[in-house]
Nanobody
Framework: QVQLVESGGGLVQAGGSLRLSCAAS????????MNWYRQAPGKEREFVAV????????HYADSVSGRFTISRDNAKNTVYLQMNSLEPEDTAIYYC????????????WGQGTQVTVSS
């Protein structure tokens, strides 16, 4: 079982930056790929970024590539999302997800943190 708690959301002007954090419980944090997803009002949840358990590889949605950076600190059981050059279209609730496939797929979600970008 993994519990995830996001923080760092808030209100920022277009062009500004925010850093989201997701703190995880448990001893096996480094076994999980960690994802960030987001859900805007009236839209489906969408993938933002993923980082592998070791932190050696990361991938991004086209809409955030070059502006967002995902990273992790396995010693602190924490994953981060640095968001730069924010746009009003980035306004959403951002969710942290822990994903692992062993005998089956394991997925855990945080409660989300609101990011609002004003124009």
């Amino acid at each position: 079982q993994v519990q995830l708690v996001e923080s760092g959301g808030g209100l920022v002007q277009a062009g500004g930056s925010l850093r989201l954090s997701c703190a995880a419980s448990g001893r096996t944090f480094s076994s999980y790929d960690m994802n960030w997803y987001r859900q805007a009002p009236g839209k489906e949840r969408e993938f933002v970024a993923v980082i592998t358990g070791s932190g050696g590889s990361a991938h991004y949605a086209d809409s955030v590539s070059g502006r967002f950076t995902i990273s992790r600190d396995n010693a602190k059981n924490t994953v981060y999302l640095q968001m730069n050059s924010l746009e009003p279209e980035d306004t959403a609730i951002y969710y942290c997800n822990a994903h692992l496939i062993v005998d089956r797929s394991y997925d855990y979600w945080g409660q989300g943190t609101q990011v609002t970008v004003s124009s």
